[in-house]
């Protein structure tokens, strides 16, 4: 059978009219009996991808016509969800309690969708369905704590998900419990799943550990997103054979910038340097070298470090440990671009103006040697603190540095003119002890240190995408996407309500919103702006496709300055390579890109997306944990979200979140104003907001949950 996928499809749509079964769609397709096996092997695989649809009467048909659509399962932990739908820009469907069918959290599924009863929600397009096949599984284990029913002789246990958007137990036969303890923590492997009202069924893997235990956060973490933390032998094998310094024959054919003055800035426990940087004054300006580490040199296209970089997606940075994309022998190693070493990197060079515009640039295969490993603080003493001891001590780089301030605050400059968007929310940092328990969370120092490398770095990301952009040539960009038209549709009505005007534009741009911001600044309603902004926004994601950065105001960007611990980067470093050595004229290698790079993106934001989450959640977790001794104790803190249910607030010294839930609102009856991201009191009117200030109260410290309840102090 000569049929492709995407053929199969384009027939089922222009051809068939309706639902086929087999034999008919043989008669359309004009196919002889031998390839009846071809045929229904390839329907099935796109009935798997959701592509496709099998009815009970063993027709195929399109999931449009049908009112279906496939998309992914997102569970909330009071049992109802959402279908995120594969195809872009189409809004996410509500699934209640009652529809979603035996589906768990993250599942592929397959929805039928329904205009929702409310007249309100139709006009607003929001969408509801009901689950109708679960078309792929996201989970084979689940992580969990192990119980016991109170029995005096249990026939069974059962395993209580850590991740409370699993809503149902594990049930676990005595047969399969595998020496756990009630009260372990475990990983069990799902033997059956969900189905027709039965839980799902596993059996205990191994025992991870006890809660309160130093480290087993982290550990709980890994197991449950399936973070791989070992290598492969056959990857550390080929780690081995890296050799660990660069040999004369590693330099030839590359620009040799060892004599060129470059510091690496880092923070203080960075331990893999992805970036170095140069500068100098030129006539028209600045030039300005951002100097990468050049991996695609080590990691060569399909090898066994190759696909485990790939598989990875990124390195993982937990509060306690780091779990690197590469083997150490890279990612801290011939890769990091240590001090005083020779190591291969891609060098952007730019010359720069005083209005900062790039006059000229040029990328290319170098070797450099990196002068001194800076940190942000040792920058920050040099140029703001203006400390003595620091400046003599780096007096060789001092007009270096001063040189960088300059440049930073043009680039800057540059920047917010164009309408870039920078959000002004503070950062958590969690403090360990030796023992890996957390003692304090302090706000995370973000100085002019921290702004130069990200100018730098941003400097370079758009030049190297805009340079294969201009040679419509397959490419990885870095894209975020406008906001949800209703998002921003309630977003001026809100800024309207406190007095922000946005103007009666078809298309809203950055800059608008970046003024938003501007005129927010130094006032009451700082915090509450910057968060529902913030909120508004898409998150920004890997594509083949170029769709610009709204949050950056950028035409064209992409990421090429972290191939040590991002694998996207090293996709770019790949086709950058192929640009200099003509490969991008090669018509079958330029196919083969375009084919790949689609997964490959999509592949990448999922890996990002497991990352962010489960760093997210063992900061959570800790913080939980850190909070269980406080209970009774009053804390201001200040509202950071507002549901009907209740309000969010954020403890001003720790950084950490609980609920103050509405029935413990005793003194009115409160009614939640959307639009106005507030609750009201219906009697007194007292008004409860983001970003207003409050005291609570530590109530209750639910681990299982994950969750922390507060209430209001008394005043």
């Given at each position: 059978?000569?049929y492709?996928?995407?053929?199969l499809?384009?027939?089922?749509?222009?051809?068939?009219?309706?639902?086929?079964?087999v034999?008919?769609?043989?008669?359309l397709?004009?196919l002889?009996?031998?390839?009846?096996?071809?045929?229904?092997?390839?329907?099935?695989?796109l009935?798997?991808?959701?592509?496709?649809?099998?009815?009970?009467?063993?027709?195929?048909g399109?999931?449009?016509?049908?009112d279906?659509?496939s998309?992914?399962f997102?569970a909330h932990?009071?049992?109802?969800?959402?279908?995120?739908?594969?195809?872009k820009?189409?809004p996410?469907i509500?699934?209640?309690l009652?529809?979603?069918l035996?589906?768990?959290?993250?599942?592929?599924v397959?929805?039928?969708?329904?205009?929702?009863?409310?007249?309100?929600?139709?006009?607003?397009?929001?969408?509801?369905g009901?689950?109708?096949?679960?078309?792929?599984?996201?989970?084979?284990?689940?992580?969990?704590?192990?119980?016991?029913?109170?029995?005096?002789?249990?026939?069974?246990?059962?395993v209580t998900?850590?991740?409370p958007?699993?809503t149902q137990?594990?049930?676990i036969?005595?047969?399969?419990?595998?020496?756990a303890?009630p009260?372990d923590i475990?990983?069990?492997?799902?033997?059956?799943?969900p189905?027709?009202?039965?839980?799902?069924e596993?059996?205990?893997?191994?025992v991870?550990?006890?809660?309160?235990?130093?480290?087993?956060?982290?550990?709980?973490?890994?197991?449950?997103?399936e973070?791989?933390?070992?290598?492969?032998?056959?990857?550390?094998e080929?780690?081995?054979q890296v050799p660990?310094?660069?040999?004369p024959?590693?330099?030839?054919?590359?620009?040799?910038?060892?004599?060129?003055?470059t510091?690496?800035?880092?923070?203080?426990?960075a331990?893999?340097?992805d970036?170095?940087?140069?500068?100098e004054?030129?006539?028209?300006?600045y030039?300005?070298?951002?100097?990468?580490?050049?991996?695609a040199?080590?990691?060569?296209?399909?090898?066994?470090?190759?696909?485990?970089?790939?598989?990875?997606?990124?390195?993982?940075?937990?509060?306690?440990?780091?779990?690197?994309?590469?083997?150490?022998?890279?990612?801290?190693?011939?890769?990091?671009l240590?001090?005083?070493?020779?190591?291969?990197?891609?060098t952007?060079?730019?010359d720069?103006?005083?209005?900062?515009?790039?006059?000229?640039?040029?990328?290319?295969?170098?070797?450099?040697?990196?002068?001194?490993?800076m940190?942000?603080?040792?920058?920050?003493?040099?140029?703001v603190?203006?400390?003595?001891?620091?400046?003599r001590?780096?007096?060789?780089?001092?007009?270096?540095?001063?040189?960088?301030?300059?440049?930073?605050?043009?680039l800057?400059?540059?920047?917010?003119?164009?309408g870039?968007?920078?959000f002004d929310?503070p950062?958590?940092?969690?403090?360990?002890?030796l023992q890996?328990?957390?003692?304090?969370?302090?706000?995370?120092?973000?100085?002019?240190?921290?702004?130069?490398?990200?100018?730098?770095?941003?400097?370079a990301?758009?030049?190297?995408a805009?340079?294969?952009?201009s040679?419509?040539k397959?490419?990885?960009?870095?894209?975020?996407?406008?906001?949800a038209?209703?998002?921003?549709?309630?977003?001026?009505e809100?800024?309207?309500?406190?007095?922000?005007?946005?103007?009666?534009?078809?298309?809203?741009?950055?800059?608008?919103?970046?003024?938003?911001?501007?005129?927010?600044?130094?006032?009451?309603?700082?915090?509450l702006?910057n968060?529902?902004?913030?909120?508004?926004?898409k998150?920004?994601r890997?594509s083949e496709?170029?769709?610009?950065?709204?949050g950056?105001?950028?035409?064209t960007?992409?990421?090429?300055?972290?191939?040590?611990?991002r694998?996207?980067d090293l996709?770019v470093?790949?086709?950058?390579k192929a640009?200099?050595?003509g490969?991008?004229e090669?018509?079958a290698?330029?196919?083969k890109?375009?084919?790949?790079?689609?997964?490959?993106?999509?592949h990448?934001?999922k890996?990002?997306?497991?990352?962010?989450?489960a760093?997210?959640?063992v900061?959570?977790?800790?913080k939980?944990e850190f909070?269980?001794d406080?209970?009774?104790?009053?804390?201001?803190?200040?509202?950071t979200?507002?549901?009907?249910?209740g309000?969010?607030?954020?403890?001003?010294?720790?950084f950490?979140e609980?609920?103050?839930?509405?029935?413990?609102l005793?003194?009115?009856?409160?009614?939640?104003?959307?639009?106005?991201?507030?609750?009201r009191g219906?009697?007194?009117k007292r008004?409860?907001?983001?970003?207003?200030i409050?005291?609570v109260?530590?109530?209750?410290?639910?681990?299982l949950?994950?969750?922390?309840?507060?209430?209001?102090?008394?005043?």
């Open positions: 059978m000569n492709t996928h995407k053929q499809i384009n027939a089922l749509r222009t051809r068939a009219g309706k639902p086929m079964m034999r008919e769609l043989m008669r397709l004009r002889k009996a031998d390839d009846r096996h071809d045929l229904k092997h390839a329907l099935n695989e009935v798997l991808l959701g592509e496709i649809v099998k009815t009970r009467g063993n027709r195929y399109l999931p449009d016509k049908m279906l659509e998309g992914t997102q932990p009071s049992g109802y969800g959402f279908v995120i739908p594969e195809k820009g189409k996410d509500f699934i209640p009652k529809g979603r035996d589906a768990m959290d993250g599942d592929k397959m929805a039928r969708v329904s205009p929702p009863a409310d007249r309100r929600k139709q006009k607003e397009g929001k969408r509801e009901l689950i109708i096949r679960v078309l792929e599984r996201a989970h084979t284990k689940i992580v969990g704590t192990f119980e016991l029913p109170e029995s005096h002789l249990p026939t069974h246990g059962y998900p850590s991740n958007r699993i137990d594990v049930f036969h005595r047969d399969n419990v595998n020496n303890k009260g475990v990983s069990a492997e799902l033997v059956a799943y189905l027709g009202g039965r839980p799902p596993g059996r205990i893997l191994r991870i550990g006890r809660p309160g235990q130093p480290g087993i956060d982290s550990e709980l973490i890994i197991e449950q997103y973070i791989p933390v070992t290598f492969s032998p056959a990857t550390l080929e780690a081995k660990q310094q660069v040999s024959a590693m330099r030839r054919g590359r620009r040799d910038l060892r004599e060129l003055p510091v690496t800035i880092d923070g203080e426990k331990r893999d340097f970036d170095a940087v140069s500068i004054r030129i006539k028209a300006g030039r300005l070298w951002v100097h990468i580490a050049d991996v040199h080590y990691v060569k296209e399909g090898s066994f470090l190759d696909e485990e970089a790939y598989q990875r997606g990124t390195s993982v940075y937990l509060p306690d440990r780091a779990i690197p994309m590469l083997p150490e022998a890279l990612s801290n190693g011939i890769c990091s240590n001090p005083n070493l020779d190591r291969l990197t891609l952007c060079e730019m720069i103006s005083p209005a900062g515009a790039i006059l000229r640039y040029d990328i290319y295969d170098s070797v450099i040697n990196s002068n001194e490993r940190t942000y603080t040792s920058v920050r003493e040099i140029l603190d203006r400390d003595p001891a620091q400046r001590r780096y007096a060789a780089l001092l007009d270096r540095f001063e040189l960088m301030a300059e440049l930073m605050e043009i800057k400059a540059k920047r917010a003119k164009r870039s968007i920078d929310l950062e958590p940092e969690i403090v360990l002890d890996g328990r957390m003692t304090d969370v302090i706000r995370a120092e973000r100085n002019m240190a921290h702004q130069l490398i990200e100018e730098f770095m941003l400097a990301n758009e030049t190297v805009g340079h294969i952009e040679k419509e397959p490419f990885i960009y870095r894209i975020h996407e406008e906001p038209e209703e998002k921003l549709t309630d977003l001026i809100f800024l309207a309500t406190l007095g922000i005007s946005l103007p009666a534009v078809k298309k809203l741009k950055p800059i608008h919103l970046q003024k938003a911001l501007a005129k927010a600044k130094g006032t009451r309603e700082e915090t702006i968060t529902v902004l913030l909120r508004t926004m998150q920004a890997y496709e170029n769709a610009g950065h709204f950056l105001a950028a035409e960007y992409t990421h090429f300055t972290s191939p040590i611990r694998y996207p996709i470093h790949r086709i950058l640009d200099m050595r490969r991008l090669d018509g290698y330029v196919e890109l375009a084919d790949r790079l689609p997964e490959m993106a999509a990448s934001s890996r990002e997306r497991t990352a962010m989450e760093e997210r959640d900061i959570a977790m800790l939980l909070m269980k406080k209970l009774g104790e009053v804390y201001e803190g200040i509202i979200g507002v549901t009907q249910f309000f969010f607030v954020q403890l001003r010294e720790y950490v609980g609920l103050v839930h509405v029935s413990t005793d003194d009115d009856y409160y009614h939640y104003v959307e639009k106005q991201h507030s609750l219906e009697r007194r008004v409860y907001r983001i970003g207003d409050v005291k109260n530590v109530d209750r410290v639910d681990p949950r994950r969750k922390i309840d507060f209430s209001l102090a008394k005043e």
